[in-house]
């Protein structure tokens, strides 16, 4: 019988519990689209000195040379890289790795903001796959907004991020660059193909997950072999605040900061803020435990959110996980799941389906060294 069930994003649960977040690896997509698993050469280290502010950096600078890797990729969100990860942990560690859901933080992220943002400001439309007492939740791609764009189809808005990024990071530890390499960084070409990404096992209630989280930067030191999860840091850019309209602005943009780094552990954010003509004015860091503490002191309502959000997370994850059978058996059974008229829709994906091949037999979501590695994996349960 064909599977579907109904969510309604206003309903809210009553789980408040959360697992702390622990890195377990991590791996680097390269703009060649190669996943190097345990390889740290994307990773980038903050450095922007205060005095860099009075250089009047302009982060629109460069948007016509910005290099799109990332559309040219057959999978922009693929699971392949997150995939190997845990492949190499279960075989290090000889067993399967405990979790209910394996996804992405990106995923997490747009489905908890489900019962707060529009459709049209957030579409959803993913596919799901259970395996081996599993999901796997992948997004689709969604076509990209309209607005002021050069050549690439960037808008100057959206290049101003990646911008700010390359202005605030560096590839190696201070004390490894060269003072031509600093000072040459404003003139580096910003892409969007080099990528540093974590894995890291969290949970909510009852539920496991584990989240693969692109991370920007590491704040001040690596330590090899450890979970670096409390050294990482999150990079952020908006306008300057100089009305009680844009102070809500922020709110809600400090609000879905906080979202994408509380799933997973990101202990610290920093915000560079740009005027009217995109010259970087200042910057600010904010610890993301204290983020709620101080939308709380502004403005109560959005404040509120949080602890909602917390509610509606442990709410669709379980939902998840009654609604799609995960028999313990090596075969894939494929779900479409979307956002509309206010309720998330998980909908099975039938045999006739023109999608139903690529995800139970082809690597539309699993890859196939994954479902081959867990097909013959032997270690304990």
Excluded at 166 to 177: D, F, G, K, R
Aim: charged share 25%; hydrophobic share 35%; aromatic share 10%.
């Amino acid at each position: 019988m064909t599977i579907t069930s109904n969510l309604f994003v206003n309903q809210k649960g009553s789980t408040t519990s959360l697992k702390q977040p622990k890195e377990i690896g991590y791996y680097s997509r390269t703009q060649n689209n190669e996943f190097l698993v345990s390889n740290d050469i994307n990773l980038k280290y903050y450095y922007l000195p205060d005095a860099a502010l009075d250089n009047n950096l302009d982060l629109s600078s460069g948007v016509k040379k910005f290099k799109d890797v990332e559309s040219g990729f057959d999978d922009p969100h693929s699971l392949h890289g997150l995939l190997e990860v845990m492949k190499s942990h279960e075989s290090s560690k000889s067993k399967k790795l405990k979790v209910d859901i394996v996804s992405t933080r990106s995923v997490i992220t747009k489905l908890i903001s489900a019962a707060f943002d529009n459709v049209n400001i957030n579409p959803i439309n993913m596919r799901i796959v259970s395996f081996d007492d599993q999901l796997f939740i992948k997004e689709l791609p969604v076509a990209k907004s309209k607005g002021t764009s050069d050549s690439s189809g960037i808008t100057v808005d959206q290049y101003s991020k990646f911008k700010f990024h390359s202005l605030a990071t560096i590839s190696q530890p201070l004390a490894l660059v060269s003072r031509e390499t600093l000072e040459k960084r404003t003139k580096k070409i910003s892409n969007n193909g080099d990528q540093f990404v974590s894995a890291v096992r969290t949970g909510v209630g009852s539920s496991k997950l584990l989240l693969g989280s692109e991370i920007d930067c590491i704040f001040d030191f690596k330590t090899d072999g450890k979970d670096n999860l409390k050294h990482y840091t999150k990079l952020a850019c908006t306008s300057t605040i100089n009305s009680s309209s844009e102070t809500l602005k922020f709110e809600n943009n400090i609000f879905r900061t906080w979202l994408s780094c509380f799933v997973v552990g990101i202990q610290r954010v920093i915000y560079g803020f740009k005027d009217k003509n995109s010259i970087l004015k200042t910057v600010e860091e904010f610890a993301t435990d204290e983020i709620p503490v101080i939308l709380k002191q502004n403005n109560s309502k959005v404040s509120a959110k949080c602890l909602d959000a917390i509610k509606w997370y442990g709410l669709f994850t379980e939902w998840l996980l009654k609604m799609i059978p995960r028999d313990d058996t090596k075969s894939v059974r494929p779900f479409k799941l979307i956002l509309e008229n206010n309720h998330l829709k998980l909908i099975e994906i039938e045999q006739n389906d023109s999608e139903y091949n690529g995800l139970v037999e082809g690597e539309a979501i699993l890859s196939n060294t994954f479902r081959e590695w867990r097909n013959s994996f032997t270690g304990n349960e």
